[in-house]
């Protein structure tokens, strides 16, 4: 049904991705790996989906980017539509519920109490803080090792994380320190958002930076895989 109406099954599987990954950038071969279609095909969809604005491209060491357009006028509809954002305005909210963030990822919910889980470094191109994911909370660090592996062998490159407690992360924030400072500064995809109660999925440094107004100190307990 869905295909009908936005033209092809490869446009519509392009359009899933970008808008469940806003802020990621990816390049044509891992698209096609990951929405397990044809070059050709793919190669024609992004070129449409350029031509219309929703999404925009960038070269980086030699090779071709590409990453939704938040910028684009139908940004949020879309994002309602294909990436799972809230529809505001017509959603009946429960004052129960009122202001919780949105739901954890299940992937994510074998690692414990998840207060907050974003992706930067290689996943966003923004390598000011020199790591690709960051989880805080209460975790179990055997499933997050799992968890990691997994992620390398699906993404098919070697992830820089790290992992802290909620009372580490409020003290990092509380003396400034620079590496978390680094971290919330850069361009980012939020999974878990507990403590900003952030429900966009994305952010940039700078609405990091204004909506938080978070700086940290450097040595944090980042883990980088062999």
Known sequence: ???????????????????????????????TRKIDEQINSVRRELSNLLSVGIISSETTNNKLYYEVNQKYEYFIPLSQIFGGAPVVGTVKIDPATEGEPRS???????????????????????????IDFMVVGDVNHTQLGKFVAEMEQKEGKEIRYTSMSLSEFEYRRQINDKFLAKVMESKMQILVDKIFGNKSGSETGQENSEKRSVATKSGSKTIKKA
Do not use: C, W
């Not at 954890?104 to 020199?130: I, N, Y």
């Open 1 to 31: 049904m869905i295909e009908q109406l936005f033209g092809s099954k490869t446009r519509v599987k392009l359009l899933q991705l970008f808008y469940s990954n806003p802020n990621r950038s990816f390049y044509v071969r891992e698209i």
């Open 104 to 130: 954890m990822p299940s992937e994510l919910k074998v690692l414990g109490h998840v207060e907050l889980a974003l992706l930067t470094g290689q996943f966003t191109r923004d390598e000011r803080s020199g």
